[in-house]
């Protein structure tokens, strides 16, 4: 419960010091001589909380807990290096794929679909396809791009199916894994590399509008 401060104002001050004024009203009982102005103020008194260092308790001395921090010679320190589950899929690298695996069912591509940006699941004769499209300003900037992905993913060993549109400034891109018919992690690791590219300089300029 917080504590009660009492606060009063020394010397007494009495009525008859006030300046004279007509009061308006009748205070009745009104003892002059001992009247004092006094505050009650309700405080908590630990503002504050702990602040600052404290000492340690007696069962924390009795541990030794101070032998077990950071900068003793008998501490054991690791480091944990991520699993690759905990990486992005544009810094994992794709593996080799056995024609016996089993493509990735439509849910597992679902959920994967959320960690790259763009990209569609199609649907081609219960074949699973990732599919992305740019829209760029002219046939050259498509040309550019296409360059730009090609140097991304040379060295995955898992190469997209790129080609320009009947629109010439417009790329389409396509990922899936054939020996397997279907999608595999590697599609998705190759299509996160993808996202990386820069493309701001390719795309078709804002119009401001005064």
């Known amino acids: 419960m917080a504590a009660a401060t009492h606060?009063?104002?020394?010397?007494?001050?009495?009525v008859s010091s006030l300046p004279s004024r007509k009061p308006n009203f009748v205070t009745p009982n009104?003892?002059?001589?001992?009247?004092?102005i006094c505050t009650r103020i309700r405080c908590n008194t630990n503002l504050l909380g702990d602040f600052g260092a404290r000492d340690p308790f007696p069962a924390e001395v009795?541990?030794?807990?101070?032998d077990k921090v950071l900068g003793f010679s008998d501490t054991e320190h690791k480091i944990l290096i991520p699993a690759a589950s905990a990486l992005s899929l544009a810094h994992q690298e794709c593996t080799d794929i056995?024609?016996?695996?089993?493509?990735?069912?439509?849910?597992?591509?679902?959920?994967?679909?959320?960690?790259?940006?763009?990209?569609?699941l199609a649907n081609e004769d219960g074949v699973l396809k990732l599919q992305c499209t740019w829209k760029?300003?002219?046939?050259?900037?498509g040309v550019e791009l296409i360059n730009r992905i090609g140097?991304?993913?040379?060295g995955t060993g898992h190469l997209p199916t790129l080609h320009q549109l009947?629109?010439?400034?417009?790329?389409?891109?396509?990922?899936?894994?054939?020996?397997?018919?279907?999608?595999?992690?590697?599609?998705f690791i190759v299509a996160a590399k993808i996202d990386k590219v820069k493309t701001s300089d390719l795309v078709p300029r804002k119009r401001v509008w005064a």
Do not use: M
């Open 62 to 66: 009795e541990s030794k807990f101070g």
């Open 151 to 154: 140097k991304v993913v040379e």
């Open 166 to 187: 009947e629109q010439s400034n417009q790329v389409h891109a396509e990922l899936w894994t054939a020996s397997i018919g279907g999608l595999s992690l590697n599609d």
């Open 98 to 120: 056995s024609p016996n695996q089993t493509p990735l069912s439509e849910h597992e591509a679902k959920q994967l679909l959320y960690k790259v940006v763009g990209w569609r």
């Open 7 to 14: 606060v009063c104002f020394s010397p007494p001050i009495s």
């Open 136 to 141: 760029l300003r002219d046939y050259e900037c």
């Open 30 to 36: 009104l003892q002059t001589s001992q009247s004092r």
